[in-house]
């Protein structure tokens, strides 16, 4: 009799099953960086790239290799931060002294030769993270339109900022800067979208950057080195390798990074910052840690509830930031909840990347089905069950869904964010039970609220608007439209990104003021005619 973890198994493919449209056309072996405006060629130590995806061999299932890419040290990081410390040149550099169109103008001409790398890097996300191909696509374009979207937003930006103001005798111009060189480190679960929500504003609002891609996703940066060398000025954006505890302590102890922006945990953050020898100098926009919690009360929709939380949990495996990674559910419609949840789970597709439909992939983090596992276990072991059948089931990189409950505070689930396919259920009584968790939690990014009764609604959402940064009714915890504000209270982030919130993070508002005497406007009406100064200036951007 088969078993559940050999049908999982049976979904990974043998190398000739691989449809040839989504095939790679060869193996990626990254041996060169993008450093001072030149592909440095890299003769050291590599990583190896495994893929999620598996390979059904003669010695059973093994990853397969799709690449690797330079493990460079302390050394080459730090020429790369004294490129990136050159081009901005103490605010004097080409690019942080370039009027806002002619830097807007060669974000633009990046993004054309981006999207021409479109097959190439959907690609890459696909095998290197497991994302499924339609996912990947959509990653892919929704970058894109961020990209326009800031240039769209720059451009406003800059057009209320073309006049002067005049207040009490005094003349002033308001306008944005850089802040000098920005370390920038992206996710892995959204290795090109997330990195550029960052990374974009950062750079087209002048300041220069070392760019280091996250373990997981890394060769899918690749295709785009040349783009950013041809695109912007010499040391502008540079590309760092390697492993974090060599390349990243001696980049922030040298108190020349100006902004740090990293996607990933608090820990990491804190330790980050104090490595920094003026903290108080370091900027920091940073998306971290998150438990977001849907609460589903007795006058809640439940089939509604109950679509909205698998895609809030599982969606890209519940790999996500704003996933939804613990449920309330009033006691007297957990039953039904738990019922409709566990046959709705049971109708998601499971299986590789490339295939219609595919909902469950396998995932990128080899140790993470073993930690997943392990939080089932203990949950069990403090009275919780495994709800729906073949709940926590897992060969190789596949773990399938689990439901769990009744979770209580003495599982890891209860507290820890577990990133994956596991969705732990608490019932509640009182519902000033989810609004304590809220309150107690460490996070403070989301929370669901599903509910019909307007009265409810309104008596929720004003304690939970103070813990937690969107409240979310009758939908899934998300990020966008990344015109909203996104952030966090607590341990969930620092600073604010949006669309226009970003351009704002990554600069600061600077002012040229006189008083407003006949020779002062003579002066800067002479200015302002010869078009002789990029900041001071009444341009209008079109």
């Not at 030769?113 to 479109?118: H, L, N, Q, Y």
């Not at 997330?194 to 996703?217: D, Q, R, S, V």
């Not at 790999?319 to 309330?328: E, F, G, P």
Request: charged share 20%.
């Amino acid at each position: 009799m088969t078993t559940f973890e050999e049908k999982l198994g049976s979904l990974f493919p043998a190398e000739t099953d691989i449809p040839a449209a989504f095939r790679l056309p060869s193996e990626v072996h990254q041996r060169e960086y993008l450093s001072d405006g030149v592909m440095k060629t890299w003769n050291g130590d590599v990583h190896t790239v495994l893929s999620p995806i598996c390979i059904k061999t003669t010695k059973g299932l093994e990853r397969k290799v799709i690449g690797s890419y330079p493990l460079c040290g302390a050394e080459e990081a730090m020429a790369s931060l004294d490129a990136a410390v050159n081009a901005y040149q103490d605010g004097r550099g080409e690019w942080p002294t370039m009027p806002v169109s002619e830097r807007i103008a060669c974000v633009e001409k990046f993004t054309g030769r981006m999207i021409a790398k479109k097959q190439e890097v959907v690609q890459l996300i696909m095998w290197e993270i497991g994302k499924s191909y339609a996912d990947s696509v959509k990653e892919f374009d929704r970058t894109v339109e961020y990209i326009n979207a800031t240039i769209d937003a720059l451009k406003d930006l800059d057009r209320k900022s073309s006049g002067f103001t005049i207040e009490q005798g005094i003349i002033g111009q308001i306008r944005r800067s850089p802040l000098g060189v920005v370390l920038c480190m992206g996710p892995f679960n959204y290795p090109l979208n997330e990195t550029f929500t960052t990374l974009i504003p950062a750079l087209i609002m002048g300041n220069t950057l070392l760019f280091k891609p996250p373990k997981h996703g890394t060769l899918l940066h690749y295709p785009l080195l040349e783009a950013f060398r041809d695109c912007f000025p010499k040391g502008v954006v540079n590309t760092i390798y390697g492993r974090g505890n060599v390349i990243i302590a001696p980049l922030m102890e040298s108190g020349k990074i100006n902004v740090l922006t990293l996607i990933g945990s608090s820990k990491v953050a804190n330790q980050l910052k104090k490595m920094h020898p003026k903290i108080n100098r370091l900027r920091a926009i940073l998306g971290l840690d998150a438990k977001n919690a849907a609460i589903i009360t007795e006058k809640a929709d439940i089939d509604l509830a109950v679509k909205e939380c698998v895609l809030g949990s599982l969606s890209f495996n519940g790999q996500r930031c704003t996933a939804i990674k613990i449920i309330y559910v009033h006691r007297s419609v957990a039953d039904a909840f738990l019922e409709k949840l566990s046959a709705a789970v049971s109708e998601l597709k499971a299986g590789m990347p490339w295939e219609q439909g595919v909902f469950l992939t396998p995932l990128p983090e080899p140790h993470k089905p073993g930690y997943l596992q392990s939080c089932v276990a203990d949950a069990v072991a403090n009275g919780a069950k495994v709800i729906n059948e073949h709940g926590g089931a897992s060969t190789a990189s596949f773990v399938y869904p689990a439901i769990v409950y009744p979770v209580n505070e003495k599982m890891k689930l209860y507290r820890e964010e577990q990133f994956g396919p596991v969705i732990p259920v608490l019932p509640f009584d009182n519902i000033e039970t989810p609004i304590e968790y809220l309150i107690e939690s460490d996070h403070g990014q989301q929370v669901s609220i599903f509910t019909n009764d307007a009265t409810e609604l309104a008596t929720l959402i004003d304690p939970l608007v103070n813990q937690v940064s969107r409240v979310n009714i009758n939908c899934q915890c998300q990020r966008g439209p990344d015109i909203f504000p996104f952030t966090g209270r607590k341990d969930s982030a620092e600073a604010t990104l949006s669309v226009s919130d970003a351009l704002r993070a990554f600069s600061i508002r600077s002012m040229v003021a006189t008083k407003q005497t006949n020779e002062n406007k003579a002066l800067i009406n002479d200015i302002v005619t010869a078009q002789s100064s990029n900041f001071l200036s009444t341009k209008y951007i079109f």
